[in-house]
């Protein structure tokens, strides 16, 4: 592609620069995709409706998951003629640097793939449902001035797309036959549905400025708004007039209300899109990042007296989990932040703020965070749906605070605003996890990354394209040989699975799930074939802080007959008892949260001094107790979601002593907290406990480890101000309160905060019902 500047050289002649363009037929890749057998089970070609209950014999609680139980599916059906195959086409782009600590070598990726295919497997990067479309050049554009060189950039952008997409605009609405993985031949419309990227790739394919939203033209002064406050959706006819007429220089008013550039877009001639519906959620850069880290917990830190340094201490002291991160000098100093660092700061953020903050910043935070959990919901339905936006409206009742602190004159913010528009997306294409900008993130490593450490530097893009149309080669061939030869592994895979971690090593399942319930006992749990370490009773009260262990083993031995007299038994301080340093629980899984069993680890070990080895000194490791919940009463939907579920802190997992029984499962012992209340903290909507007593000492018991439910996470209630001395190693010890934290893991949200929600909402349409039968009585 050769472009001509308006800066002129020494000769007087316009300076001109030539770009490289590299891409390949989008439908060429769409039949390439839609044929793989690898994906004959994870395709579908038709759109469908699913609905969870029936009220009067209509069905309700419409359920969104897929793509293609979207309304886009069935209204884009509607307009093709019967027999008609829909490849919805998913695009993402995203520019990334591939020289690493000097050089400014990027690359900007377009990637390319179908909702035909389940997005359990399409988001997998070894699945090969994304691939590479092309490589749109980068420049810096020195043939044109300064002021220029934006607009020219961004029009670049259209003119490159379009000529990657015009195979597209060349077909029409003309099908293509196409063969499928399940053996039958279609005639597809592969159509473009949505376009994946970050917020300033987004302005850039609406043609839009970044003062602007890219989905509907609300005002730049009333983006902090939560009404519709002319906010109508974008027109793509509208805007191509618009633009066109500005070309002309009639100076059209849409032009300006609409905030928008003069390009030619790519998207005007596409058949059946309406390019701004196109634009999905982008959860880490919109959500994580913006809203939340930037923004309202910025705030929230500046409206507790000393909030950075108390904000950091807490922090710091916070309870540790398999799950989350621990910031050890606390979130002040984090200087390069990643997605994941993002996700795991909110997850405790909340409980950082009980008790130092205002109610009104609690609730402010406490609705911004529930939102963010329920737009990663992987299954939506009517009524999740309408929690998410009661959160959203909740948030922008309380944001008000800020502004009666003096931390915020306004909220005119694009992402502030651009959360709005969630419900729709999600209602029209599927849940967000579908269009996930962390996907392209990753996919930049094997798709551009990788390729530019293969080659040397020099006219890289040439190697790169070398380089992995030879890497897609192999894994075709690999793909076919696992699809041809049912027992064949790579060599590669055969290398990996022979190195095996021996503190990983696991036995077979010792428990089994006895009944399918979210919260019931019984789990599926897995422990080291032998356990690893005999200590004394003695060391176990002394060592591992467990008092009257022996009381409670000969209790736990009378209580099941395996002993006749509990204060006459063979155990003794000098007695042996096994200890497992973790145990690892199967849970079951349920598609709002998470669409495959996880794995809860439990750790149960003792704080270890510091000591000096061969190899240096060897840091003082804490002690490692697990906070868990166990199945006490049998649940009672009508009680809430928490009834029959009492927390627990683990202590010892352990095996019985030989001389009293040769095989049994694993026990653990705990020490118990009060059960949780009926109703949760006002503010903060947390369930609030703190550790149950007998005779002035903490209340302790002996379970088998399959009646323990699944791991927890208890923030401490700090107060206004926390105790210095408390830190992540005492601090389960120290602090007298906690909360039941919702944030930990989806499952947790769902479990502890969403099922309180449809819990109260049945409680309201309950006594709604029996007003209305008390009214008809009085009538």
């Not at 209950?53 to 897929?66: I, L």
């Not at 497992?580 to 949260?593: C, D, G, N």
């Not at 934290?741 to 499952?747: A, E, G, S």
Request: proline share 6%.
């Amino acid at each position: 592609m050769k472009i001509i500047g308006n800066i002129k050289d020494t000769n007087g002649d316009f300076r001109t620069e030539i770009l490289e363009l590299w891409h390949r037929n989008p439908l060429e890749c769409v039949a390439e995709i839609l044929a793989n057998p690898l994906f004959a089970n994870d395709q579908v070609f038709e759109p469908e409706r699913v609905f969870r209950q029936q009220k009067d014999g209509v069905p309700s609680n419409r359920e969104y998951n897929e793509m293609w139980t979207g309304n886009w599916w069935w209204d884009t059906q509607d307009m093709l003629p019967d027999g008609a195959t829909i490849a919805p086409i998913i695009i993402a782009s995203d520019e990334t640097r591939l020289s690493t600590f000097c050089g400014d070598k990027k690359a900007w990726p377009v990637y390319l793939t179908v909702g035909n295919i389940a997005k359990a497997e399409r988001r997998k990067p070894s699945s090969s449902a994304w691939v590479l479309l092309g490589y749109i050049p980068i420049s810096k554009l020195e043939c044109y001035s300064e002021e220029k060189r934006s607009d020219v950039g961004c029009q670049l952008f259209h003119d490159c797309v379009r000529t990657i997409l015009e195979p597209l605009i060349s077909k029409g609405l003309a099908p293509t036959e196409m063969a499928c993985a399940d053996g039958y031949l279609r005639d597809v419309h592969a159509l473009l549905a949505a376009y994946v990227g970050d917020y300033p790739e987004q302005c850039r394919v609406a043609c839009c400025r970044e003062n602007s939203c890219p989905r509907c033209t609300v005002a730049p002064t009333e983006r902090g708004e939560p009404g519709p406050l002319n906010s109508t959706y974008r027109d793509p006819v509208t805007v191509v007039e618009a633009i066109a007429r500005h070309s002309k220089g009639w100076k059209p008013p849409e032009f300006e209300d609409q905030n928008l550039r003069p390009m030619n877009p790519f998207w005007k001639d596409l058949p059946l899109c309406n390019i701004f519906e196109c634009i999905t959620p982008d959860l880490l850069h919109q959500l994580h990042k913006g809203v939340f880290s930037d923004h309202v917990a910025s705030w929230a830190r500046k409206s507790i007296e000393n909030g950075q340094e108390e904000i950091d201490v807490r922090y710091q002291a916070m309870p540790t989990h398999p799950t989350l991160r621990h910031f050890k000098q606390g979130i002040s100093k984090v200087t390069q932040w990643t997605g994941g660092e993002y996700r795991s700061m909110a997850k405790v953020f909340l409980g950082t703020l009980a008790g130092a903050a205002e109610p009104r910043v609690i609730r402010a935070v406490r609705a911004l965070e529930d939102f963010m959990y329920y737009a990663h919901f992987e299954t939506h339905c009517d009524e999740s749906l309408a929690a998410m936006h009661l959160a959203w409206q909740t948030f922008h009742a309380e944001k008000s605070v800020f502004v009666d602190l003096k931390i915020r004159k306004f909220f005119n913010i694009n992402k502030v605003h651009n959360i709005k528009h969630y419900v729709e997306s999600i209602c029209s294409r599927g849940t967000n996890d579908n269009f996930n900008t962390e996907m392209s993130e990753r996919l930049h490593i094997d798709l551009a990354k990788a390729g530019y450490r293969a080659s040397n530097r020099r006219n890289f893009m040439v190697q790169m394209t070398i380089w992995l149309a030879r890497q897609e080669a192999v894994h075709r061939f690999t793909a076919y040989l696992k699809w041809a030869v049912s027992d064949y592994i790579p060599q590669d895979l055969e290398d990996d699975d022979e190195e095996e971690d021996d503190d990983d090593e696991l036995d077979e399942p010792a428990g089994r799930l006895t009944e399918d319930s979210l919260l019931g006992a019984d789990r599926e749990y897995h422990v080291a074939k032998t356990p690893p370490v005999q200590v004394t009773i003695d060391s176990v009260e002394k060592d591992f802080h467990a008092d009257w262990f022996l009381w409670y083993l000969n209790d736990y031995l009378y209580r099941n007959s395996l002993i006749n007299d509990p204060n006459n038994s063979n155990l003794t301080l000098n007695t042996l008892i096994p200890i497992y340093k973790q145990a690892r629980i199967h849970l079951p899984p349920f598609p709002e949260a998470i669409s495959e069993k996880s794995v809860d680890v439990i750790q149960a070990t003792q704080a270890l001094p510091a000591e000096i080895t061969a190899r240096g000194l060897k840091a003082a490791q804490p002690a490692k107790t697990s906070t868990v919940l166990i199945r006490t009463d049998k649940s009672d939907p009508t009680k809430g979601p928490l009834h029959g579920l009492q927390a627990a802190r683990v202590l010892l997992i352990f095996q019985l002593p030989s001389l009293i029984h040769t095989q049994s499962e694993p026990l653990a012992f705990l020490h118990l907290f009060k059960p949780f209340n009926k109703h949760p903290v006002p503010d903060s909507n947390m369930f609030q406990t703190s550790y149950a007593h007998r005779q002035h000492a903490k209340h302790g018991t002996i379970l088998p480890l399959s009646q323990i439910v699944q791991t927890c996470h208890l923030t401490p209630h700090f107060g206004q101000k926390m105790n210095r001395a408390w830190d992540s190693a005492n601090i389960l010890d120290s602090a007298e309160k906690f909360y039941l934290n919702p944030y930990l893991r989806h499952r947790d949200f769902y479990l502890f905060r969403h099922r309180f929600f449809l819990y109260e909402k049945a409680k309201d349409d309950q006594e709604r019902e029996m007003r209305r039968k008390r009214l008809r009585m009085m009538q």
